[in-house]
């Protein structure tokens, strides 16, 4: 069904049930119901739904999805072309309510279109609902068309198509080139101060980080984000550039205001909040890629200062940090200057600069030398820039494509930006923390063999010496229950839970995070899902025998479940951004669960064995753990997906195991919609501070 045939099908409808003139007799008359001794308006409107959905004998899903595309499609025209809403939309509405009931959601549409449409004029004859703030209740749709409407007065060409909104080719490369001339012509780095300067009130001073997320309303009040994360891209792509540079109040609202259309053109910013209930094994990977464009479009990937030197000394606790590598330098002193680029003292929002000589002077023990090889090689991007090869938010690296293996932001792989005259810019010090530690692993990947496989298991140990200092009580160590092999790589225990914490060194790459189908499932698979499956038998066997012997160093602990409960947690090195939503992790696993998924690549052949393997093993333990039970009401609640840093995060002001428990279950129950664990974990905890001075 098309807009087209759909309007020309209520176009042409007979007057139907209005020749009833409201009485209710006739109308039972009309709809074919008994007449009795009572009459109501409500059972003529039940008939006529039950009418509705009868006119389909499959395919009910595919028909409400159809309703949504044409509803999509007619706000659309409205706003581009002052099409008229009515009486289509209502029209649209009644019968996407009509059909909205259980069923196969892939089986196709078996029925007619045309009796059904206008069995559903009868209906909104009799029981109109007006307009009931559409702009509200859709506001994604007509914000998105609006964000085309203003591209298009810009003078940027857009294609309408049924199903599709978005700039033409030509039209999206040249608002691209617009707002990166605009960037150019401002300065980088004065768009990066102009970009920290107003997210600097959504900055948390106890986390060290920008609470840059989505608000989704519920009410419908959604509004188009600024796209501060491409932005922050583009600013450090054109950090060095174009002198003497124009920076004006005009030049900074049309660079807002171009940025902020081209990025709602895009669609992918959910602008109520997404529960993710109705997604199976289909719809949730083209999710999945909506989420990773809205990544890059929208979030800052940040870290806590203070935290990356300590993360690093314990990642690398298995090599002698003071040895010279083959470059000259040590890691020690990278460290050095690292801690000395993130010191507090700079605690400032926005760009800092840093000369070399500067460095020398507060770091007096590095050799001359020796400062400017670790500048130049390790924590500075070349002279000619970071991002050379990044436009688009979908642009990556393909190492199969000589043309485009280079393609793709690369400012998350080093810190500092060279200026002139040995100067350099840290363009912000919790933007930048991360690129610290990736500074670091990139060199050593080169020079020592299997770094990754060692930095996951130091990993483990930073973790675990972490929870012992904060007086939480862990355990690691093999175990053999019931013929059957485990290996935990923590253990944290609460009086009233066991958590299972199990790492994986997989890291999304720049391919995931552009939306790849295939790399986000084997990025996002590789980390959540494996642990995950690891965990599950770590669960079904705790469960099945009431404890674990864990054997380390020859010593034995023995892990007792005494009726608690039990959650698992996957755990990341670095931050997933909105993939690390409790919700979505569920709903992942539980929309996956009963798939397996197949490559079109066949060099991926055998990292999809893997992933299918880790779903067929998560399969068998909720058979274990749920023994005969057909319907299993959220069988993945108590599955998490964290990273090192959200942990360190948790672990401020823990002091003991009921502690952490307590600050991991603050965030187990809610649902902001922001789809971030930083800004959910600081908005209970200012709510807690706030009760507590109102009962002072």
């Known amino acids: 069904m098309d807009l087209q045939t759909f309007r020309q099908i209520v176009d042409g409808a007979a007057p139907g049930i209005a020749a009833c003139e409201g009485d209710l007799q006739r109308l039972y008359d009309y709809v074919g119901l008994e007449h009795g001794t009572s009459y109501t308006r409500t059972a003529v409107s039940d008939a006529l739904y039950a009418q509705m959905r009868d006119c389909f004998t499959s395919g009910h899903a595919a028909v409400w999805r159809a309703c949504r595309s044409l509803r999509k499609d007619l706000i659309r025209e409205h706003v581009l072309s002052s099409a008229p809403l009515d009486p289509y939309f209502e029209v649209l509405d009644h019968l996407q309510d009509a059909v909205r009931i259980a069923g196969d959601p892939r089986a196709p549409i078996e029925g007619n279109w045309g009796r059904a449409i206008r069995g559903t004029l009868d209906h909104v004859q009799i029981h109109s609902w007006g307009a009931l703030n559409r702009e509200k209740t859709y506001a994604r749709d007509f ?13 940027f060409a857009i294609r309408l198509e049924p199903g599709q909104l978005r700039l033409e080719e030509a039209a999206e490369t040249a608002a691209i080139a617009a707002i990166e001339d605009l960037v150019a012509t401002m300065g980088g780095v004065n768009v990066a101060r102009r ?179 670790i500048l130049d090689e390790v924590l500075s ?128 790459t720049r391919r995931a995070k552009a939306g790849s189908d295939a790399h986000l499932l084997l990025d996002f698979a590789g980390s959540l899902l494996a642990a995950q499956a690891q965990a599950g038998w770590h669960e079904v066997r705790l469960r099945r025998y009431n404890y674990l012997n864990l054997e380390r160093a020859g010593i034995t602990t023995r892990l007792e479940l005494n009726a608690r409960g039990v959650e698992r947690v996957a755990v990341s090195l670095f931050d997933f951004g909105s993939f690390q939503d409790r919700i979505l992790t569920k709903q992942f696993l539980e929309a996956t669960m009963n798939a397996s998924f197949t490559p079109v690549a066949a060099s991926l052949n055998k990292k999809f064995k893997e992933l299918n393997e880790s779903l067929v093993a998560i399969r068998e333990q909720v058979v274990a753990l749920y023994p005969g039970q057909n319907e299993i009401n959220q069988p993945f609640f108590n599955c998490w997906f964290l990273s090192v840093p959200q942990m360190l ?48």
């Open 143 to 155: 914000m998105v068309a609006e964000a085309a409407r203003a591209l298009r007065g810009a003078g």
């Open 195 to 373: 970009i920290f300067a107003a997210i600097s009130p959504q900055y948390d001073t106890d986390q060290h980080r920008y609470h840059v997320v989505r608000h989704a309303s519920p009410t419908g009040e959604g509004l188009p984000q600024m796209p501060w994360g491409y932005l922050i891209q583009l600013a450090a792509k054109h950090a060095q550039r174009r002198k003497p540079y124009s920076n004006t109040d005009a030049q900074w609202q049309r660079l807002c205001g171009l940025s902020q259309a081209f990025a709602a053109v895009i669609d992918v910013q959910p602008y109520s909040p997404t529960f993710y209930g109705g997604m199976d094994a289909h719809t949730i990977v083209p999710h999945l890629q909506e989420m990773a464009v809205y990544d890059t479009l929208f979030r800052i990937p940040q870290m806590r200062p203070k935290d990356v030197v300590k993360v690093a000394r314990g990642i690398f606790d298995w090599l002698d940090t003071s040895a010279l590598t083959t470059a000259g330098w040590s890691i020690d002193h990278v460290l050095e200057i690292i801690g000395y680029l993130l010191d507090p003292v700079r605690d400032v929002r926005g760009p800092i600069f840093v000369d070399e000589a500067d460095i020398r002077r507060a770091c007096p023990r590095i050799p001359r030398k020796t400062v400017t090889k």
């Open 381 to 508: 991007h070349p002279p000619v820039g970071a991002n050379r090869n990044f436009s688009r938010p979908t642009d990556a690296p393909i190492a199969e494509n000589p043309d485009l293996k280079n393609a793709g932001h690369d400012f998350f792989l080093r810190p500092l930006l060279y200026q002139s005259g040995r100067r350099f810019c840290l363009l912000d010090r919790s933007v930048c923390a991360p690129a610290c530690l990736e500074a670091l692993l990139t060199p050593l990947r080169l020079e020592l063999k299997g770094v990754d496989d060692k930095v996951g298991l130091a990993v483990e140990r930073f973790l675990e010496a972490e929870f012992t200092s904060h007086g939480v009580r862990v355990s690691v160590g093999d175990y053999d229950a019931g013929g059957e092999h485990g290996q935990c790589d923590l253990v944290i225990e609460a009086p009233e839970t066991v958590i299972f914490a199990e790492v994986k060194k997989k890291t999304l």
């Open 649 to 696: 995060a948790l672990l401020d002001g823990v002091t003991d195991g009921a502690g952490f428990r307590a600050t991991l279950w603050s965030c187990r129950h809610i649902v902001t919609g922001s789809s971030d664990l930083y800004f959910d974990l600081s908005k209970m905890r200012r709510w807690k501070r706030e009760v507590a001075a109102e009962a002072d």
